[in-house]
């Protein structure tokens, strides 16, 4: 995975070496530092954070001299940075038997649809019975797409008329899969932020109504790192009518701003869980701290 992972980051790397280079020059000058933090701040990972990282790096290069290891330094104060203590299992699995529910939301074009068909790949991998619920019923070809991606894996697809009502479909869902005794159901939705009102009191209706039936054992907000700061903030208008308990960073392979990880933990206290790295069935990987900065370090 981590071999992959490398390759996937090429972009990303670019990042490890600039930092690399730059701290292994004869004297760490203010313009050396300047420039480092030029580096963390265009990767995205956000001010705050790279002020604390480079903080952290002159003190310990600082204290420990010449005799400072600069690469092993950078590589544990970036894990620091995103914070390997954070739990970022995947809560797939209901109380006594009954289903797990995983609602899965996000703005349009994002990679949401293509994330669930994945995630359903994983589970089935892990020989879990899965159902799927295309819960954006506005769009017709996201159900299509939703289908298409449930005949590839292998799993039922539960859809509802177009046009007609997400919570239901989604109702519908969490009622077949109790019925089915399926161990998860992974629920889609609708990401149109045109209209932002309307959508954010839809998800919370579908939540509200899974809920009359389940617990929702999981919360993943599909975020597109490629999209920077403007991610960012469509992240925080989700987070605030569904309890995110976790983000899924997609597209990582196509961008050069994997620093991302670190501003969206900040931003929504809440661990990045998995990360896409392309557009097949295979290409979402369990994240970890340390295979990241590995990756970033190669
Ligand atoms: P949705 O509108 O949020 O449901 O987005 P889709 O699932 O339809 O994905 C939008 C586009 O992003 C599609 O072309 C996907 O193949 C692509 N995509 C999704 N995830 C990834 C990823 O991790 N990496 C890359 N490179 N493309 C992705």
Do not use: H
Request: hydrophobic share 45%; no cysteine; aromatic share 2%.
């Amino acid at each position: 995975r981590l071999v992959r992972l490398r390759q996937r980051l090429a972009g990303s790397n670019a990042l490890g070496r600039g930092l690399l280079g730059l701290l292994s020059r004869d004297k760490l000058d203010e313009d050396t530092w300047e420039a480092i933090e030029d580096l963390l701040i265009g990767a995205d990972i956000g001010v705050g954070p790279t002020q604390e990282l480079v903080e952290r790096l002159r003190e310990r290069l600082r204290v420990e001299g010449g005799a400072a290891d600069a690469r092993a330094v950078l590589r544990e104060e970036l894990i620091a940075l995103v914070d390997p203590t954070m739990d970022r299992s995947l809560q797939v699995s209901g109380a006594d038997g009954a289903p797990g529910v995983v609602l899965v939301v996000g703005v349009n074009g994002t990679g949401k649809t293509t994330t669930v068909g994945k995630i359903a790949r994983i589970l089935v991998a892990d020989e879990r019975s899965v159902l799927l619920a295309a819960a954006d019923t506005f769009r017709a070809a996201a159900a299509e797409q939703l289908s298409t991606w449930g005949e590839r894996v292998g799993v039922e697809v539960v859809r509802g008329p177009e046009g007609g009502d997400p919570a239901s479909v989604a109702f519908d869902a969490v009622r077949t899969g109790i019925e089915d005794g399926v161990d998860t159901v992974v629920v889609d939705t609708a990401g149109r932020l045109q209209n932002k009102q309307g959508l954010m009191d839809e998800l919370g209706k579908v939540k509200r109504v899974l809920e009359k039936q389940l617990p929702v054992t999981e919360v993943l907000l599909v975020l597109d790192a490629t999209t920077g700061q403007n991610g960012l903030i469509q992240a925080k208008v989700f987070a605030e009518v569904v309890d995110v308990t976790g983000i899924v960073l997609t597209k990582l392979d196509g961008s050069a701003k994997g620093g991302i990880v670190v501003a969206v933990q900040r931003q929504l206290g809440v661990p990045v869980k998995l990360v896409g790295l392309g557009e097949g069935p295979d290409d979402l990987a369990p994240f970890d701290a340390a295979a990241f900065v590995d990756a970033l370090l190669s």
